[in-house]
């Protein structure tokens, strides 16, 4: 999965899939809870990938296939386990790289103020 950073002037700043994620304590973070997408924050997909513009922030974002998936998933309904259920049987992968993926591409989201906790 793959969150790609760009500031308004459109300089690439990070890719989430460039390395390691920061560590998460258990029960700590939107990880941990009900992950929901920010309002203020607007999305377009087209083929499988999902921009995202921050209203507020002017920053946006490019989400692949699978982390464009993931941004759907977080309404703010469903726990990190469930995300990761869902993704587990809408794509091949394990469970635990899914685990780990997903972990990180919320990481990424809630550091750029994207998602919230419900």
């Not at 998460?24 to 920010?38: H, Q, V």
């Not at 990761?84 to 993926?101: G, L, N, Q, R």
């Amino acid at each position: 999965m793959s969150l790609t950073a760009r500031s308004g002037a459109g300089e690439e700043r990070r890719r989430a899939s460039d390395g390691p994620g920061p560590a998460r304590r258990a029960g700590t973070g939107t990880p941990a809870g009900l992950p929901k997408r920010r309002e203020g924050v607007a999305a377009q997909t087209a083929d499988g990938d999902t921009v995202l513009l921050d209203i507020e922030g002017g920053g946006y974002f490019s989400l692949n296939h699978v982390g464009s998936r993931v941004w759907e998933l977080c309404d703010g309904t469903r726990s990190t386990a469930e995300i990761v259920s869902a993704i587990c049987d809408e794509f091949d992968v394990a469970e635990d790289v899914a685990m780990a993926d997903i972990q990180e591409i919320l990481d990424e989201l809630e550091k750029e103020n994207l998602v919230v906790n419900a």
